[in-house]
């Protein structure tokens, strides 16, 4: 679990994009709800940029992690620490700003749409803000061996050809991967996008 959020919390491009949109939203004074806090980052970024407190939600062990963090941090004494699904979650108050980053590998797959409508919905303040506040899905052909690389990996070296028929299953299934802009072979086309602000219709859960 720890291997996984580092590599959240490692993610400079992430990281930025994050720090630009809390610098840009948060007011002093605000108060925060961070939905699937994780390690706690985008709540601690939130109280830097002058927020004054955070829930932070978590359903899994890492909401210690969280709260030692913040504690470390100097913050421990502006956030509260909850350990449950969010969607069971009941804040004390309306917030001004609701965090989540919950955006699995395109956008919409790890559930962010029904995450985020119910906690604008139950935590946020009529016109508060959402972070993210919409989503674009975009397209694009690509030419990459580390991508062929890993749709092959039934056949790569070693492994013993009565295995090689398992490639097509794993053509059809989702890697990600960080791809270099020269690696697109076009523009890419924009699918259409997801406006958490609005109610979303339910053909978008997880693929
Ligand atoms: C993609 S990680 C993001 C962590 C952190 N916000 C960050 O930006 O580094 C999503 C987190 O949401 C938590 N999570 C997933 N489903 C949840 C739910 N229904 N309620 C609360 N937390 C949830 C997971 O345990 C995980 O820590």
């Known amino acids: 679990m720890l291997n996984e959020h580092l590599g959240y919390i490692s993610d400079p491009v992430r990281l930025e994009r994050f720090r630009v949109a809390i610098a840009n939203a948060i007011r002093q004074g605000d108060r925060v709800a961070d939905v699937g806090c994780g390690s706690g980052i985008l709540g601690l970024l939130c109280l830097r940029e002058g927020a004054n407190f955070v829930y932070a939600i978590d359903s899994s062990a890492m909401i210690e992690v969280a709260r030692e963090s913040l504690v470390r941090a100097g913050m421990g004494n502006k956030a509260s620490f909850i350990r449950e699904q969010s969607e069971q979650v009941n804040l ?8 989540c980053d919950h955006v699995g590998y395109f956008g919409f797959d790890y559930g962010i749409v029904q995450f985020i409508e119910d906690a604008r919905r ?44 398992l490639c097509h299953h794993r053509v059809n299934s989702k890697h990600a991967v960080n791809l270099q802009r020269e690696e697109l072979l076009g523009v890419p086309a924009e699918l259409g996008g997801i406006d958490f602000r609005d109610n979303n219709p339910d053909f978008f859960p997880g693929m």
């Open 92 to 99: 004390p108050e309306a917030v001004d700003v609701v965090i």
């Open 122 to 165: 139950r935590f946020l303040k009529p016109g508060g803000t959402l972070i993210p506040a919409q989503i674009k899905l975009q397209l694009a052909a690509v030419e990459s061996d580390k991508c062929r690389n890993m749709a092959e990996g039934w056949r790569a070296d070693g492994v013993p050809a009565e295995f090689h028929w």
